[in-house]
């Protein structure tokens, strides 16, 4: 085994206390309570990680997924974006929703071409049962995905009209990104996915449409079929490197430095393109530790309200809070286009944090339309009635991880103790929404 | 009274762990319902020679209310509420003794306890005091704000010391800082004034409740001079008009608080909904327009009726643009169908070819763009014919409109999520044959449109068949058996068909229910028909309802989940109670009609006759 990915050792190389652990809980789910961390930090890093990457959601989750499918059939985007967000609210595994997430923002496909919710339901599905095993296997899986298929025209690709979509998209967006490939790769690739299609909701292997002349891709001869098309990209060099960045960038921070690539990209080769078992390593590594990486992400809109939503135990109307995502710029099931979403700065713009202000303001003094009630009272428990420096020590260390720079902490306390701020549940209320509009509640 | 104290530390001891602990209180209360006094002391009638009180309560009221309230009788209903057939049918429900382990469950024990330690007795038997004998309540408008009046007659004096005495008790207890409430004594009466807001005494046993110092000398005046008083015109009209044993009288002068505040009496007789319109248009201007409105509540065993009439003067009948609502017609018997596994049976006077005239008349210019889409879709359903002019001037009234549960007798793959089936009837006039051509001709228009979009998604498409059903034609569309293509899941709930029943046309969403219509409708001696007078007739049928939420009880579950925002326990407490309601109901109608020269508005809920009670069927609660 390399350097890369060089381990964490807890005392020598820094504490595994509240921090490291709201650090690892924040990227590798969607954040936890103070009590949640302290039982990390009990349990220590290693097993705080097995955890993590094990896969028992829990009875709640496990039967919002069941009923997705039933959800689906009524075609409707709004109540299926309620089904996954509510399976991320109540699930004890979120790193397996986050990866579902990434990589349906990385093999991006939209309800709004595809229009059967329940080819984008069995998508999602895939990605969950997949999606934290070999990257190879996950994207000929997805290359064979009747939406996919629908989405990049697939079904239309036959040796007469050879349709190039999904083999550009495969080399440039899904495996080794621009610059790794020719036109003449685009084209024989294509040749090869030809007869590719969807027959009675699922794949089909259309012989007739397909060419079966030997093709050269990536400098590999005779190929013949589309699944050896996937294996070849997956197993070019630039494969690790292009995925490992979307990893980073998922786990670690919006622009990971070169080292940072070059360290992931050559654990996740070493581990054959294993994502659970890159995951395993990035966790426990000095890298993921750094402290140039706490909080060097601005959350995305269904992950800062999935957060919100777990920090406060709040009930809410799912298929509200699904378009409100979407008024934040990320709508469950119909990204804008194949590129997904570009996250990191794009997720912030006048509109979109407008958007995130009335989600911030729905959740702190209640809301019919998206139906949430915090029990505001009952969160700030002790704090609820003490000074100002206490109320927000607390909100803050619920909210945020206590990550307020001293400026905005101490304009908080301020407020909390002015006579604007009003009493009782009133006054937690309005510091709660103050905080969450201050930007480093953006940040995780 | 040393009894119901002795019980009220125990219920203290009990309440405070509960309201500390969360704990259930379900032992304490199985002990404390062995321990129950049949009745509490204070509510017994007390001997001795009463104080001298007016004969009729509902004479204290002013003269100039707008609205006036009596309840008869409620006092006696609450007490008995412990020990009634409700209680048990109640507790018996599954979805009852589901609620009984969950957290809200034990804080409503929390809270009747606290209510019987603060009240010093039973809660029935202080809801029972409170609403005493008889209830009275008015309220009229005095500096341009409502002003209200009310009087209680209790069982005895005792009991109207007592409530008044519980006013006190909760004011001197408050930790709000100024106080809720004072005491204060006015013309040598001691009352509890709550809030600035309301003033609260007793005179012998009626207890007394205005909303000014004023108003409670007046009523406290005329409750302690006693005698015979004439009782406010408008209750008295009230009463006349009233159904024999009326549970709770009420009257509203409309046409006064119409004057006096507009904004408060305002229908809108122009709708930006042509449905909307279409269903409710004549309730809306008969309710502008009415001088009072008076409603009527009867309990009479296990049947609830709420009846609001609007007088309909005949100085002022509705307006021509109204003619579509067929209020002329109302004497005529208005047929009504009720196929096997009714869920809903509909009947309306509605002549759509008048409504469609004078609609701008019945709807706003917001309106219009329905209007102008349902002539572009209908007409194309239709070969290109204009609804307005070929189309509708074909449907007569009375236009039906019924659900059912479908059986799914035959289908070998019944959907997931089960749809009720629904049909529209239709009395035609004209040239049945043409119609009967043009409906066909409809029938398969939408479903050609159907299998376009079935195409784009390559499922299932309908298959068109026509076939003949005691003789009457039926033409329409059914997915296939033999296709490998898969359903669209949902489109496995129809089959969309239509057929000609002599004056009848029936459009259905299903064959099964088409047919079941055709049998009923062939057949004379079934026919059914609504309660004289009927102008539009609705109906529920419960047990069938019922079945349906059992069987599509995951997809109930998870929109509530999902789209409301309830944990799972909480939406499925919430099925499992809607269809124990379901289940519980015999019958429940809603109507419109003319009668005794006004326009009714009635509704009735029938529960499902049920085995009495017994002692050993007696499970858990307060």
Same mark, same amino acid.
């Given at each position: 085994m390399s350097d890369a990915l060089a381990p964490y050792v807890v005392g020598r190389d820094g504490p595994f206390g509240r921090a490291e652990a709201a650090h690892l809980l924040r990227r590798a789910g969607f954040g936890a309570r103070p009590e949640e961390q302290e039982r990390a930090v009990a349990a220590g890093l290693a097993a705080t990680v097995e955890k993590l990457l094990a896969d028992d959601e829990g009875k709640e989750a496990a039967q919002l997924g069941a009923s997705g499918a039933l959800v689906a059939e009524g075609d409707a985007l709004a109540p299926l974006q309620g089904v996954w967000l509510g399976r991320m609210v109540a699930t004890r595994a979120p790193l397996r929703e986050k990866l579902a997430l990434l990589w349906h923002g990385h093999f991006a496909t939209s309800l709004a071409k595809v229009q059967r919710a329940t080819w984008m339901w069995w998508q999602y599905e895939l990605f969950r049962a997949r999606g934290a095993g070999r990257f190879g296997e996950l994207a000929l899986a997805v290359a064979r995905d009747p939406a996919m298929l629908v989405w990049l025209d697939g079904s239309s690709n036959e040796k007469t009209a050879p349709n190039e979509n999904f083999a550009r998209e495969l080399l440039e967006l899904f495996t080794l990104g621009r610059g790794e490939y020719g036109e003449r790769d685009v084209q024989e690739a294509a040749?090869?996915?030809?007869?590719?299609?969807?027959?009675?909701?699922?794949?089909?292997?259309?012989?007739? *449409? &397909?060419? /079966?002349?030997?093709?050269? @891709?990536?400098?590999?001869?005779?190929?013949?079929?589309?699944?050896?098309?996937? =294996?070849?990209?997956? *197993? &070019?060099? /630039?494969?690790?490197?292009? @995925?490992?960045?979307?990893?980073?960038?998922?786990?670690?921070?919006?622009?990971? =430095?070169?080292?940072?690539?070059?360290e992931t990209a050559a654990a996740f080769a070493e581990e054959g393109l294993d994502v659970h078992a890159t995951l395993r390593r990035l966790f426990l590594s000095r890298l993921f530790f750094d402290r140039r990486w706490r909080r060097a992400r601005i959350a995305a809109p269904v992950e800062w309200c999935v957060s919100l939503l777990r920090r406060t135990a709040t009930r809410s109307k799912l298929a509200a809070v699904g378009t409100a995502t979407g008024e934040m710029g990320q709508a469950l099931f119909a990204p804008p286009d194949v590129k997904g979403w570009d996250g990191g700065a794009a997720w912030v713009s006048s509109r979109t944090l407008l958007a995130r202000g009335r989600f911030a303001a729905a959740l702190a003094y209640g809301d019919g339309a998206l139906g949430t009630a915090v029990d505001w009272a009952m969160l700030a428990g002790t704090a609820a009635d003490r000074d100002g420096a206490t109320l927000v020590a607390r909100l803050a260390e619920l909210l945020v991880d206590d990550g307020l720079e001293p400026a905005t902490r101490a304009r908080l306390v301020a407020f909390a103790d002015s006579e604007g701020a009003g009493g009782g549940a009133t006054r937690i209320a309005r510091v709660a929404h103050l905080l969450l509009s201050a930007p480093e509640a953006l940040l995780v | 009274m040393a009894r119901s104290l002795a019980r009220s530390i125990v219920i203290r001891l009990g309440g405070a762990v509960a309201v500390a602990g969360g704990l259930s209180l379900l032992p304490l209360a199985a002990w404390a319902e062995?321990?129950?006094?049949?009745?509490?002391?204070?509510?017994?009638?007390?001997?001795?020679?009463?104080?001298?009180?007016?004969?009729?309560?509902a004479s204290l009221l002013p003269d100039d209310a707008l609205l006036v309230a009596e309840l008869r009788g409620a006092g006696a209903l609450a007490r008995a509420l412990p020990t009634g057939t409700l209680r048990d049918r109640l507790f018996a429900l599954p979805s009852w003794k589901r609620f009984q382990k969950t957290p809200p469950h034990a804080q409503l024990l929390a809270g009747i306890a606290f209510v019987e330690l603060v009240g010093g007795m039973p809660v029935a038997e202080l809801l029972g005091a409170l609403l005493g004998d008889s209830l009275v309540l008015s309220v009229a408008m005095g500096d341009g704000a409502p002003q209200l009046v009310a009087a209680v007659r209790t069982a005895d004096a005792e009991a109207a010391a007592h409530l008044l005495q519980l006013a006190r008790s909760l004011i001197a207890a408050s930790k709000e800082e100024p106080k809720p409430g004072r005491l204060d004594t006015l013309d040598g009466h001691e009352v509890a004034v709550l809030r600035e807001q309301l003033w609260v005494g007793a005179v012998g046993r009626d207890l007394l409740a205005a909303g000014s110092a004023a108003k409670f000398r007046e009523l406290a005046a005329r409750a302690v001079a006693g005698g015979a008083r004439a009782v406010p015109p408008l209750l008295a009209g009230a009463r006349a008009a009233a159904p024999q044993g009326a549970l709770l009288n009420l009257a509203l002068d409309s046409k006064r608080l119409a004057a006096i505040a507009p904004d408060s009496w305002k229908f809108p007789l122009e709708q930006d909904e042509p449905f909307g319109a279409l269903l409710t248009g004549?309730?809306?201007?008969?309710?502008?327009?009415?001088?009072?409105?008076?409603?009527?509540?009867?309990?009479?065993?296990?049947?609830?009726?709420?009846?609001?009439?609007?007088?309909?003067?005949?100085?002022?009948?509705?307006?021509?643009?109204?003619?579509?609502?067929?209020?002329?017609?109302?004497?005529?018997?208005?047929?009504?169908v009720r196929p096997?596994?009714?869920?809903?049976?509909?009947?309306?006077?509605?002549?759509?070819?008048?409504?469609?005239?004078?609609?701008?008349?019945?709807?706003?210019?917001?309106?219009?763009?329905?209007?102008?889409?349902m002539k572009s879709d209908f007409g194309l359903l239709f070969g290109g014919k204009s609804l307005a002019d070929d189309v509708l001037p074909m449907l007569g009234e009375p236009m039906l409109f019924v659900l059912a549960r479908q059986g799914f007798a035959g289908v070998a793959e019944p959907p997931q999520v089960r749809f009720p089936a629904g049909a529209f009837v239709y009395r035609t006039r004209g040239d049945?044959?043409?119609?009967?051509?043009?409906?066909?001709?409809?029938?398969?228009?939408?479903?050609?449109?159907?299998?376009?979009?079935?195409?784009?998604?390559?499922?299932?498409?309908?298959?068109?068949?026509?076939?003949?059903?005691?003789?009457?034609?039926?033409?329409?569309?059914?997915?296939?058996?033999?296709?490998?293509?898969?359903?669209?899941?949902?489109?496995?709930?129809?089959?969309?068909?239509?057929?000609?029943?002599?004056?009848?046309?029936?459009?259905?969403?299903?064959?099964?229910?088409?047919?079941?219509?055709?049998?009923?409708?062939?057949?004379?001696?079934?026919?059914?028909?609504?309660?004289?007078?009927?102008?539009?007739?609705?109906?529920?049928?419960?047990?069938?309802?019922?079945?349906?939420?059992?069987?599509?009880?995951e997809a109930l579950i998870t929109n509530a989940v999902v789209n409301d925002g309830k944990s799972r326990d909480e939406a499925e407490l919430q099925q499992e109670f809607l269809a124990d309601l379901a289940r519980e109901t015999?019958?429940?109608?809603?109507?419109?009609?003319?009668?005794?020269?006004?326009?009714?508005?009635?509704?009735?809920?029938?529960?499902a006759p049920r085995a009495p009670a017994t002692p050993a069927s007696r499970e858990g609660g307060p």
């Open positions: 040749r090869c996915f030809t007869g590719w299609h969807v027959k009675e909701q699922r794949f089909w292997f259309n012989e007739r *449409a &397909h060419d /079966a002349k030997p093709k050269r @891709v990536l400098g590999r001869d005779g190929l013949q079929d589309g699944g050896e098309v996937v =294996d070849v990209a997956v *197993a &070019h060099p /630039a494969c690790a490197r292009f @995925v490992a960045t979307k990893l980073l960038k998922a786990f670690v921070a919006d622009a990971p =430095d070169e080292a940072a690539i070059a | 062995a321990a129950w006094p049949a009745r509490a002391a204070v509510a017994a009638p007390q001997a001795g020679a009463p104080r001298p009180e007016v004969a009729d309560l004549d309730l809306m201007r008969l309710a502008a327009q009415a001088e009072v409105v008076r409603g009527a509540v009867v309990l009479d065993g296990a049947t609830l009726r709420v009846d609001v009439a609007l007088p309909a003067p005949s100085s002022s009948p509705l307006p021509e643009a109204y003619r579509c609502f067929a209020h002329a017609n109302a004497a005529q018997p208005l047929p009504i096997p596994e009714l869920l809903l049976t509909s009947v309306m006077r509605r002549d759509w070819a008048a409504f469609w005239a004078d609609h701008g008349e019945l709807c706003s210019d917001a309106a219009e763009p329905a209007f102008a889409k049945a044959a043409k119609f009967g051509r043009d409906l066909e001709n409809a029938v398969q228009m939408g479903i050609a449109f159907f299998n376009a979009d079935s195409a784009q998604k390559q499922v299932m498409p309908f298959v068109l068949f026509l076939e003949e059903h005691r003789g009457v034609r039926i033409v329409g569309g059914r997915l296939p058996v033999d296709d490998s293509r898969p359903a669209d899941p949902y489109r496995r709930n129809f089959s969309p068909c239509a057929a000609y029943v002599g004056e009848w046309a029936i459009a259905s969403s299903t064959e099964e229910l088409l047919k079941q219509l055709i049998d009923e409708l062939s057949a004379p001696d079934r026919a059914s028909f609504t309660p004289a007078g009927a102008l539009a007739y609705l109906e529920l049928g419960g047990a069938a309802l019922a079945r349906l939420a059992v069987e599509d009880r015999e019958r429940m109608h809603l109507a419109t009609r003319l009668r005794d020269g006004a326009f009714h508005v009635e509704f009735e809920w029938a529960l």
